[in-house]
């Protein structure tokens, strides 16, 4: 054999395995390359968006809904960039359902996170201004009573929570706890949702007794229950269950059956917090603890940009992803 065929031989020898080795990983690429889409897709902080709407939109309200716009809303914002929240406050009086339904039917709003069904003074205002409102329920919220750790009793029927706020119970002796004068804190009535929530069906729309201390923040309220030996308030359940300088009491229909709001068993405050009390959901859920109410996106029904954006917020809730999130911040899914 030649000298040139030899060497002809040896190209294609060595050629032709990488030539076959390349046609063959360009032939099967689809089989062996990542699916990038299912990997992001099964991450619940980065999926596809499922909302086609785009621009910035104002909304605000109860603030119960706290934990959700820091864990839920902002996991939408990263999902959907170009629908963008931007949280809006009143000018001048406390964040809360009331006012955010008030800024929602004055145009300031395109829609608003509440915590109690529509009242049908608002309905009214909103059908004088041309158009109507719709309420959408995302979630189901709990109310805990928080007191002040020292205060040791076994729990609080709701009789004896309404009988506290009031005036007709003013010492803790009277429920078996010490002699110790109790000092109701709420903030007012027309601040928000839950104590609008709390008058119409625990107080059974009966007024505040003379013996009320009033704040402006559920914030303002907890500091004062921890530096107040007799102190009791009353809030949605993840903003009080896991805090560190109160005690979140059982509460119940009756004395002999008290019902806790925390996982057992119970944390103790010098825990905290390396260690957190968490929610009891399972008993919220399943009815047998006493004070439940359901959240609310309020939908301005104008049939424009502002009825799109808070109908696309309210269907994202719903999603399984969304319930989900709203379930991981402390609520119960609804679906």
């Known amino acids: 054999m030649s000298q040139k065929n030899e060497t002809l031989i040896l190209f294609f020898a060595s050629v032709l395995p990488i030539g076959l080795i390349v046609a063959g990983l360009w032939l099967f690429k689809d089989i062996w390359q990542p699916n990038l889409t299912d990997h992001i897709g099964n991450n619940p902080l980065v999926s596809k968006c499922k909302i086609s709407l785009a621009g910035t939109f104002n909304y605000g309200g109860s603030t119960s809904w706290a934990p959700i716009r820091k864990d839920v809303d902002s996991v939408l914002q990263q999902n959907c960039p170009k629908f963008i929240l931007r949280y809006i406050q009143p000018p001048t009086e406390n964040p809360g359902t009331g006012t955010g339904i008030e800024m929602l039917i004055a145009n300031q709003l395109a829609f608003a996170q509440s915590s109690r069904s529509l009242e049908g003074k608002e309905n009214l205002e909103a059908k004088n201004k041309g158009f109507s409102l719709q309420e959408i329920p995302v979630a189901i919220d709990a109310i805990v009573i928080a007191v002040n750790p020292k205060l040791n009793i076994p ?167 969304g319930q989900e999130l709203l379930e991981k911040a402390g609520f119960i899914r609804i679906k």
Do not use: H, M
């Not at 429920?175 to 104590?195: D, S, W």
């Not at 107040?228 to 805090?243: F, K, L, R």
């Open 155 to 321: 729990g609080l029927t709701v009789n004896q929570i309404q009988d506290i706020y009031t005036g007709k119970i003013t010492n803790w002796q009277a429920v078996g706890g010490p002699n110790l004068p109790i000092t109701p804190i709420t903030r007012p009535k027309q601040a928000g949702g839950t104590v609008e929530f709390f008058v119409e069906n625990v107080l059974k729309k009966a007024s505040f007794g003379e013996n009320i201390s009033y704040v402006g923040t559920t914030t303002e309220a907890l500091r004062k229950v921890t530096n107040t030996d007799g102190a009791i308030y009353y809030a949605s359940a993840p903003e009080v269950v896991p805090q560190c300088t109160i005690k979140t009491l059982p509460i119940g229909r009756n004395s002999q059956q008290f019902i806790v709001p925390y996982k057992e068993p119970y944390v103790p405050l010098s825990q905290c917090p390396n260690q957190r009390n968490q929610l009891n959901t399972a008993v919220f859920r399943n009815g047998d603890y006493p004070i439940t109410r359901n959240l609310f996106v309020i939908v301005k029904k104008n049939g424009e940009i502002d009825e799109q954006a808070g109908t696309a917020y309210a269907n994202w809730l719903l999603t399984n992803q």
